[in-house]
């Protein structure tokens, strides 16, 4: 079975520049994070996904932070304008939610980093 | 708001020795998650536990979880150099869904 894939791996931009980052989840896996792994810490939700639907996005800085699934499955983050505090690994995941206590998969995340 | 706390953040071990890390939350689960994350790759998930009292065990690594205490502990037995990585316990609630909230994590290395 095929893991989450994510690109890039990695991200330099200066600060109030833009990026954006691509996940494409699970195969047939409806449900898709996206969470931001700050140096030291655990990640930290910022967005999920039910199919093409918004579940919770209560954590995501909607004033510079932008998500979309498109058709369900594949997804991107986009960040506009990068601010100094946003270097982090930023984790898409994936889940099967017919399951009761299914793991989530994790991508191999985007080292984004902000000079 | 539900609250994961970690501890140690930090440990350092010797080959062979025994250790414990503990996990405790502060809101009302039944569902705790033990992932691995080795430096610069992703975290890979190693238990989930589902109810109280549940036990899993894997080679060296054996989960529990307590739902009355709000505790899960994640014990090391006999360890190797191998399991040197960082170790990160996650919960959800009722409340939140399937959003998970992970706590701090443990950094351990095992010296030879």
């Known amino acids: 079975e095929a893991g989450v894939a994510q690109s890039p791996r990695y991200k330099i931009i200066e600060k109030r520049q833009s990026v954006a980052f691509w996940c494409n989840p699970i195969s047939g896996h409806a449900t898709l994070y996206w969470y931001q792994q700050i140096l030291g810490q655990g990640p930290k939700l910022l967005i999920q996904?039910?199919?093409?639907?918004?579940?919770?996005d209560s954590q995501l800085p909607k004033d510079r932070f932008s998500a979309e699934r498109l058709k369900g499955v594949d997804s991107t983050l986009k960040i506009q304008p990068a601010k100094l505090e946003d270097s982090a690994v930023y984790l898409c995941a994936s889940s099967d939610l017919g399951v009761l206590g299914q793991p989530q998969h994790f991508g191999d995340g985007t080292r984004l980093s902000i000079l | 708001e539900l609250k994961v706390e970690q501890n140690p953040l930090f440990l350092s071990m010797q080959e062979g020795k025994n250790y414990t890390i503990y996990c405790n939350y502060s809101t009302t689960s039944d569902r705790l998650y033990w992932y691995r994350q080795d430096p610069g790759k992703s975290l890979e998930s190693l238990f989930v536990?589902?109810?109280?009292?549940a036990v899993k065990q894997e080679g060296r690594l054996m989960a529990s979880l307590d739902t009355k205490a709000r505790l899960s502990t994640l014990h090391i037995t006999a360890a190797v150099h191998d399991l040197s990585a960082t170790y990160f316990c996650a919960v959800d609630s009722e409340t939140s869904g399937s959003r998970l909230t992970f706590g701090e994590g443990t950094q351990l290395t095992v010296n030879p």
């Open positions: 536990l589902l109810s109280n009292g």
């Open positions: 996904f039910q199919n093409n639907g918004v579940v919770d």
